[in-house]
């Protein structure tokens, strides 16, 4: 027998599966790169924001030094649309990483994490990485049920992830819920409410959640620039929270773990109201055409509050992974969603009204 190395809860985890780069999907069915339309991991289809690029490139020249290990400009543009200290910021390599430096700063091994079913995979990969025991609570209607979740927290319990929206199936807790469950939970477990898609919420549903931590001394607001502000490949994200969290946050991250184009261009983009503004037009209109197609075509699909949209394609076992094949053959390219337990539907990011007709279009196709 070989060697095995490492601990049995890493050898235990399922690798992240990510969407499929678009030149892969050209290499292996022999398509045309200018030809696919991916909308598969719910990225910004308008790309980087014009303000952005400006920054970076000013920032180029001083790629030979180090990044500003505590992100002073970025936190103190988020401090002030936020109204917190700087120092309840914590920068993240995307959002990704504030949610693995919540899991190693707040829980050891043998310790309990709660999250949803049909939540978002990486709270499981973060759980998972510190040895912790998760505890998955069955989804309601696709979306997190609070007040079970509430009761799941046991005596082990450290840590709770909420993603609102949730990806990947869109669902949405208003705010009232939210807070509810939060004065529900014991001051010694740290909630981290994941809001990824916030920005792409309805005036009506938005709320500014960051103001809780004034209240709530164990939440920590977790937010990104890969979304709506279209940096997805820049990695960056932030968390908000008070000292005596983002200060333990703080000695798990790397010291350099936003590096200086990211946080160059997330300044500029968090000025730019108007590149948010037609993105999430862009989005409402794309949601209108997509589920308008769905409802013509006869497919249930779960109403999302995100940048993307949750369809059931068939009734049986094999019919997401089946739909996918043919769209990717016809060069769309969006998420399977098997590995979150929902084999009979695909996630479908909300792209440019081109993109979205091509994609229906291909699936009229691949389900006739
Ligand atoms: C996309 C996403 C993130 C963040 O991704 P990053 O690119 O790492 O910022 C976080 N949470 C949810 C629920 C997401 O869908």
Redesign the pocket.
Known sequence: MSQQFGPDYVRAIAPYQAGKPIAEVAREFGLDEASIVKLAS?ENPFGVPESSRQAMAAAAAELGRYPDANGFELKAALAARYEVPADWITLGN????I?EIAAHAFVQAGQAVVYSQYS?A?YALATQGVGARAIVVPARDYGHDLDAMAAAIDADTRLVFI?NP??PTGTFIPAARIEAFLAQVPSSVVVVL?E??NEYLAPEHQFESSQWVRKYPNLVV?R????AYGL?GL?V?FAIGQPALTDLMNRIRQPFNVNSLAQAAAVAALNDRAFLAKGAANNAAGYRQLVAAFDEIGLEYVPSYGNFVLVKVGADEGAGARVNLALLKQGVIVRPVGAYGLPQWLRISIGLPEENAAFIAALKKALS
Do not use: H, I, M, Q
């Open positions: 719910n995307g959002s990704n990483d949610l978002f990486v993603a949730n990806n994941d990824a898609y977790s990104t620039f890969s979304k997805a990695r994200g």
